[in-house]
Each structure stands twice: as structure tokens, then as C-alpha cells.
């Protein structure tokens, strides 16, 4: 790999992982970074759930406590989002590259919509189902949300909280436990479906994934002297100019 790339997917790895620990939705920025880095469209999204693991995973240990007193009850949790992130990795595994392509501005935007509107969606969902909904709805919820986490997975996280607050998990961070446990484990998934049929390009994964696990640290040490409102408002507005020059590239054949 040449020098300056090593360079380029490193900076992008710990402005990414920084970016994950202050505000969430960097596969916005890493995404792009590995294509632009030389990576086919379908090879640079599935390089990128490796580099950004580090992301979730590192959140785990600190909540081991939460995540113990969930007991067994976690076990249908993590089968329903396993068995959603294989579909969606397999689905990427045989989709046609230039259907993945002309799909990249929309994903991109199903990203940029969660990130902006998740929050309120949660809320919504909240009060509608006044925090209990059937067991059986949710856990499909949670299996075809999986799907697209396997299959893209940007902007899934607050999806994924809405989700278990709804089965019953209400305290936050018991919910934010399960959601990074939920993310780690069909990440880990899809990186082994993906290194199985040769999707992820190594060398470029392991240099972004060590930046962003630097940038991880060092941006939740600093999380809280950063106003996380404009910096959301950036992800927005990057993720809308983003989608447009997609539609504009492929408009342009």
C-alpha cells in the first residue's frame, strides 16, 4: 500500500473513531474515505465494518454489570440480530456491484435520515407503544433491522435502542449495553462472512481500524468538551451533499 494512503486511511480511522465517540455516524466519513482510497463500492463497505468495530466493542466492558443482569433474556436478542446480519451480509455477497452503486446514494440517505431523525423517531415509538409492545414484533423488528445492518448498517444504532427500550429494557443503559453487544456481535458476523468470500481488504482495514481505535479513545476521554449538537448538524449536512454527489455520479453514468 502506498505511504500516503497508509496515511490518508489512518487520519480518516482516528477522525472517524473520535467522531463515533462524540457524536455517532462516521461511516458516513469512512465509507467514502475507502473508496476514494481505491476500493471497489462493495469491497470498501464491507472493509469498513471491520475498521469500525473497535467502535462498539470497546464500549462493552464498562457495561459488564448491565449486561449481567439481562441474564438469558439476551439470548433471542442476539440470535434474531445474528440471523439478519448473515441475510443482509449474504445479500450484499451476491448483489450485482452496479446494483450496489446505484444504491449507495439511498443507503446514504436511510443513514443520514436515522442519524437526524432517529431520536425522535425512538420517542415516538416510545409513546406509542407505551414501552410494551408484543415480544413477537419486536423481535422481527429487530431481525429485518439486523438485515440492513448486515447489509450497510450506518446509522442502525438508534434503532436498535428504540428496539429493546420497546421489549422492556428501559433503563438507558442497560438498552445502550444491549445496543453495543447487539452492533459487536453482527458486526463480528458480517466480518466473517466477508472475509470468507473475500471482500475485505485487509491491509486497508487494519490501518483505518487502528486509527479508529485511537481516535475512539481519545474522543471519549474529550466527549464532553465538544457541543455535540453542531457537530451532528455537520454529519447531517456532509450525509445530504454526499447522497447528492452519488446521484449526481451515477445520473452521470
Known amino acids: 500500500m502506498d505511504p500516503q494512503i497508509i496515511a490518508f486511511l489512518f487520519a480518516v480511522g482516528v477522525f ?22 481505491g476500493l471497489r463500492p462493495i469491497v470498501a463497505n464491507a472493509t469498513n465494518f471491520l475498521a469500525m468495530m473497535p467502535s462498539n466493542a ?11 443482569s439481562v441474564g438469558a433474556a439476551i439470548w433471542p436478542l442476539l440470535i434474531m440480530s445474528g440471523a439478519g446480519a448473515i441475510v443482509g451480509s449474504l445479500l450484499l455477497m451476491i448483489s450485482d456491484p452496479s446494483f450496489f452503486i446505484a444504491l449507495i446514494p439511498w443507503l446514504i440517505l436511510v443513514a443520514t435520515a436515522l442519524f437526524a431523525f432517529g431520536d425522535a423517531l425512538r420517542a415516538r415509538l416510545m409513546a406509542a407503544t407505551g414501552g410494551d409492545a408484543s415480544r413477537t414484533v419486536m423481535l422481527t423488528a429487530l431481525f429485518l433491522s439486523s ?17 429493546v427500550q420497546i421489549m422492556g429494557f428501559a433503563s438507558f443503559h442497560v438498552a445502550n449495553s444491549l445496543k453495543n453487544l447487539l ?25 483505518m481500524m487502528a486509527g479508529s481505535t485511537l481516535g475512539g479513545y481519545f474522543g471519549g476521554r474529550f466527549a464532553r468538551l465538544v457541543n455535540e449538537r453542531y457537530l451532528r448538524g455537520a454529519v447531517i449536512v456532509f450525509g445530504l451533499i454526499l447522497a447528492a454527489v452519488y446521484f449526481w455520479r451515477n445520473a452521470a453514468g
Request: net charge neutral; hydrophobic share 60%.
Open 183 to 207: 452492533a459487536t456481535s453482527f458486526t463480528l458476523l458480517s466480518i466473517g462472512i466477508f472475509g470468507l468470500g473475500g471482500l475485505i481488504a485487509w491491509p486497508e482495514a487494519l490501518v
Open 58 to 68: 470497546a464500549a462493552l466492558p464498562a457495561y459488564r454489570a448491565e449486561l449481567k
Open 147 to 163: 438485515i440492513y445492518g448486515g447489509y450497510f448498517g450506518a446509522g442502525l444504532g438508534i434503532i436498535l435502542l428504540a428496539i
Open 16 to 37: 472517524g473513531g473520535g467522531w463515533n465517540a462524540i457524536a455517532g455516524g462516521a461511516t458516513l466519513f469512512t465509507f467514502p474515505a475507502l473508496m476514494a482510497a
